[in-house]
């Protein structure tokens, strides 16, 4: 089945502690990306990666990291997270720039004490 | 820069119409329209490439106006089923190919 997993699902955590969410895709997509979604501010994107070690930051990177060694593959990483980073995380990936209709994992929960 | 998206929030009846717009600071490559329902993921509509071009998905429509740098989903006879938010995501041109998001249209339908 073609979808994009992440993991975890749901994460505690307390000021501080690095924290990694890992997101793959088995549909040889392209672009992978990270989005961020508050109430009331919609989705936001935080890093995108148009290839194999290609990755750019998008409107709210402060704070996160990325890589992207393999091209399922589009870790998001947390090195010292805080209470504002609190949210509802989403990876996605697309085939190409000619067809780039965004295929979205089922979301990670993330809490930050 | 985000969309603009309007109205915040609309609530109808089945069977009643709904149009939700999306607007752009900047010159438009293409729009993108993709609903939400509540505790998962969203889900993709559509993709409108500059031309005006205009697109359907079974009662849902949109339209895409490059002149106005504007795009407006249509839903027809609405169902219980169309309830959630719906984002419009604009790529703009000579940009990443990745869509940014609006802050999201939540749409209620009652019975």
């Known amino acids: 089945e073609a979808q994009v997993t992440q993991n975890p699902r749901y994460l505690i955590t307390v000021t501080g502690k690095k924290l990694t969410v890992t997101c793959s895709q088995n549909?040889?997509?392209?672009?992978m990306s990270w989005y961020r979604q508050d109430p009331g501010l919609g989705l936001r994107q935080i890093y995108y990666s148009m290839n194999v070690e290609v990755t750019d930051k998008g409107d709210v990177p402060e704070g996160y990291k990325v890589s992207r060694k393999e091209k399922r593959n589009f870790p998001l990483i947390l090195e010292s997270p805080s209470p504002n980073q609190t949210s509802l995380y989403f990876c996605?990936?697309?085939?190409?720039?000619?067809?780039?209709?965004?295929?979205f994992g089922p979301g990670t929960r993330l809490t930050v004490l | 820069q985000q969309p603009v998206q309007s109205p915040q929030a609309v609530i109808l009846r089945e069977g009643e119409d709904a149009v939700i717009n999306c607007s752009s600071s900047?010159?438009?490559?293409?729009v993108h329209w993709y609903r939400q329902k509540h505790g998962e993921a969203p889900v993709f509509l559509m993709i409108l490439l500059k031309g005006g071009e205009q697109k359907g998905h079974e009662k849902i429509s949109a339209s895409f106006n490059e002149k106005k740098q504007q795009s407006s989903l249509y839903l027809t006879a609405s169902q219980l089923s169309y309830s959630g938010t719906y984002f419009c995501?604009?790529?703009?041109?000579?940009?990443?190919?990745?869509?940014?998001f609006g802050r999201g249209t939540s749409l209620i339908v009652h019975p």
């Open positions: 900047k010159a438009l490559y293409s």
């Open positions: 996605a990936s697309s085939l190409s720039t000619l067809n780039n209709e965004q295929f």
């Open positions: 549909m040889n997509h392209e672009y």
């Open positions: 995501g604009t790529e703009t041109s000579g940009g990443s190919y990745i869509p940014t």
